[in-house]
C-alpha cells in the first residue's frame, strides 16, 4: 500500500492521526498542493477529483475520501478499536463523525478557503462574505459541541473515537488559518478537551 497525502492539510492529517493510532506503517508520499501537483495528470489517474488523501492498494486500486481510507484501515487492524465495536456503538460513533465533518470541519474549510488570501489559487472565484457566515456558523457548533464535552469526556462518548480525530483536525485547521482558539472565545470545554487530545502521541502526525 502507499498513501498519497499532503502535510499540514487537514483530510490527510486524519488519516494520517488514525493510521499513527493504529501503529500501522504505510510508506506515504507527499503530494505538494501549493505546486498543483495534485491536479497533474498522473495524480488524476489515481483521484479524478484530484484531492488527498489517496490510498492505493497493493492490487492497484486507490481508495479516495477518508471515511472510506478509516473504514478500511479499521478492517485491517480492528484494534485499538476508533469505529465502534456493535451495530450501535457503530452508528452513535458514526453520528458523532459525521456532525464533526459535516457541521465543524466544512465549515471551517469554507470558511478558510473563500476568506484567506493564501487559498485564492486553490479556491478560485473567493467569496468572501460566504466565508464570513461559515466562520460564524462554525462558532454555533462549537457552542453545541462545548455543552456535550461539558457531559462526556469524548466526542462520541466515554472514550476515543475517529470523531476525535475529525474534531481535533478541524479545530487546529482553524487555529492556524482562522487564528480561533475556542478558550479565547469562552468554549473552556472545548479548549480542554483539544488540550487533552494534543498531548496524545498519534496527535502529531500528519502536521
Given amino acids: 500500500m502507499k498513501l498519497y497525502m499532503s502535510f499540514r492539510a487537514p483530510n490527510p492529517r486524519r488519516v494520517a492521526i488514525f493510521i499513527a493510532e493504529k501503529e ?4 506515504q508520499q507527499t503530494v505538494d498542493l501549493g505546486k498543483l501537483e495534485h491536479r497533474s495528470a498522473e495524480f488524476l489517474a489515481r483521484n479524478p477529483f484530484g484531492r488527498v488523501p489517496a490510498l492505493e492498494l497493493d492490487d492497484g486500486r486507490v481508495l479516495a ?4 481510507i478509516c473504514t478500511y484501515l479499521e478492517g485491517l487492524q480492528p484494534e485499538p478499536n476508533l469505529m465502534g465495536r456493535d451495530a450501535t456503538e457503530r452508528a452513535f460513533i458514526e453520528m458523532a463523525d459525521r456532525r464533526m465533518e459535516l457541521h465543524l470541519f466544512a465549515g471551517i474549510a469554507n470558511c478558510v478557503r473563500h476568506t484567506h488570501p493564501g487559498l ?4 478560485s472565484p473567493q467569496f468572501p ?7 460564524e456558523r462554525v462558532r454555533d457548533t462549537v457552542r453545541w459541541l462545548d455543552e456535550v464535552l461539558a457531559r462526556q469526556p469524548y466526542v462520541a462518548g466515554e472514550r476515543y473515537t475517529i470523531a476525535d480525530i ?4 478541524a479545530l487546529e485547521f482553524a487555529r492556524g488559518l482562522m487564528k480561533f482558539r475556542p478558550g479565547q ?3 473552556v470545554n472545548v479548549q480542554a478537551w483539544r488540550d487533552r487530545i494534543a498531548q ?7 502536521a
Avoid: D, H, N
Fill in 120 to 123: 485564492a489559487m486553490l479556491e
Fill in 65 to 68: 475520501e477518508t471515511r472510506a
Fill in 129 to 135: 462574505q460566504f466565508g464570513a457566515v461559515q466562520g
Fill in 166 to 169: 475529525t474534531a481535533f483536525c
Fill in 185 to 187: 472565545e469562552g468554549f
Fill in 24 to 27: 500501522l506503517r504505510i510508506p
Fill in 200 to 206: 496524545r502521541p498519534a496527535s502529531s502526525a500528519g
